[in-house]
């Protein structure tokens, strides 16, 4: 995703207002700062672009989920419904904090299917952790909608998705908290940072003070501040959300872009009967960091991501495969190849990994490619990329 694409003037004036007071610390040292308190202005521009209450920053995407669960109240025993199509950081996150996840099937939204999350629900079931993957929307209407009404809290995993939204909404906003990646493969970057957003207050009081070692932050003494709960280091530093800052700014332009490279490919590709697209169930909103498509089956799939990639069309992702991002690969998780022993390997009831089945999922995923889609790009490049692509796909 584009946010390397682009580190210009804009960053480096941040960055350098930050080192030019070698405060990098993101509390205090009021009178030596000169006035520059990126990861407060960081906040402040996030939460507007988003039309949230509060956000607070924390050093990465996966930290940031931590302090989501720990904010909502989440821990040892609860059972998080989770989808195997995501990152690792996910079941991490939800391992760490001592819940269990439980795999739900996604849909042709490359996201949770609401009527699997159903069905996995139980009475340990404490939250579900939706994940916009790749740029774009689960069925996030239906996924609250059903939360509501059983009582569930919603954790929105939207690293992947800063700046899309359903029907005007932006991603991040449906469940009592959502989360952001700035991580250096995200749509805006900072090197390394994420945020937690929400609306609601006492989260947001928990969120700050459990990133901060459960500092309250009143008052104007550090050394004297109480510790309402227990907490961690989550912090960010003020030279990443230096970046963010500039990175921020340029989000609208990143996406304006993104949209008109993915329409011009996508238009280039419909013509192709082999080919359908991820079910998007709002495309207005789609971030557009990805072109998501399926084959009719695993083998055309797979011959056809091959022959993209040998004509030189960088990119597209065949996630099946691939170590990161899906659970048939995550052979560390299936033999719980923990550091130490977890919380959730204690538990009755702990699922075994290495027997969860998730057929639809697997029929999916098998037959999907993901083609990213780069800010960089020049029309005559785009044009070189469509002709590749025409090549490949016009060929039985
Ligand atoms: C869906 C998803 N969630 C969480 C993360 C974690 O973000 P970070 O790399 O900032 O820890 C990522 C990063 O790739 C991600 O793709």
Redesign the pocket.
């Known amino acids: 995703m584009p946010g390397f694409e682009i580190f210009g003037a804009e960053e480096r004036k941040e960055v350098n207002d930050v080192l030019d007071t070698g405060v990098l610390f993101r509390y205090g040292f009021d009178a030596a700062r000169n006035g520059h308190w990126k990861a407060k202005t960081f906040e402040q521009e996030l939460a507007a672009r988003m039309g949230v209450a509060h956000c607070h920053l924390c050093s ?4 940031a ?1 931590s302090v989501a669960l720990a904010a909502c109240g989440i821990g040892a025993g609860d059972e998080v419904i989770i989808p195997p199509f ?2 690792v ?2 079941f991490e996150a939800v391992l760490t904090a001592g819940a269990i996840p439980v795999f739900a099937e996604i849909d042709e939204t490359l996201c949770l299917d609401p009527a699997d999350i159903q069905a996995r629900i139980s009475p340990r079931t404490k939250a579900v952790m939706v ?1 916009h ?1 790749c740029g774009a929307m689960a069925r996030i209407d239906d996924i609250k909608s059903l939360c509501d009404q059983k009582g569930l809290i919603l954790i929105e ?1 939207a ?2 998705s800063v700046g899309a939204s359903f029907r005007g909404k932006p991603l991040g906003t449906f469940g009592q908290m959502g989360c952001f ?3 250096p493969v995200k749509t805006i970057t900072c090197g ?1 940072g ?1 945020a937690v957003i929400t609306d609601d207050s006492d989260r947001f009081a928990l969120a700050h003070a459990y990133a901060d070692h459960g500092h309250d932050h009143i008052g104007d003494d550090r050394g004297a501040e109480d510790h309402p709960v227990l907490g961690y280091n989550f912090r960010i530093s003020e030279l990443n959300a230096a970046v963010g800052v500039a990175q921020l700014r340029k989000l609208d332009a990143i996406l304006g872009t993104q949209r008109e490279h993915k329409a011009l490919i996508r238009a280039a590709m419909q013509r192709f009967p082999q080919i359908s697209f991820r079910c998007l169930p709002d495309p207005e909103g789609d971030s557009a960091t990805f072109l998501s498509f399926m084959l009719p089956d695993e083998a055309q799939a797979r011959r056809t991501a091959r022959a993209l990639n040998d004509a030189g069309v960088d990119g597209c992702f065949y996630w099946y495969d691939n170590n990161w991002h899906y659970l048939r690969q995550w052979h560390h998780l299936k033999k719980m190849m923990a550091a130490a022993k977890l919380p959730a390997q204690v538990y009755a009831g702990c699922p075994d990994y290495a027997k969860v089945r998730l057929p639809k999922s697997d029929g999916i995923m098998a037959r999907t490619i993901c083609m990213l889609i780069k800010l960089s790009w020049q029309p005559e490049d785009i044009q070189e990329r469509i002709a590749k692509i025409e090549q490949v796909l016009s060929k039985p």
């Open positions: 990465s995407g996966t930290a989920l995501t990152f950081a996910t994940v993957m995993d690293c992947q990646s700035f991580d390394e994420g």
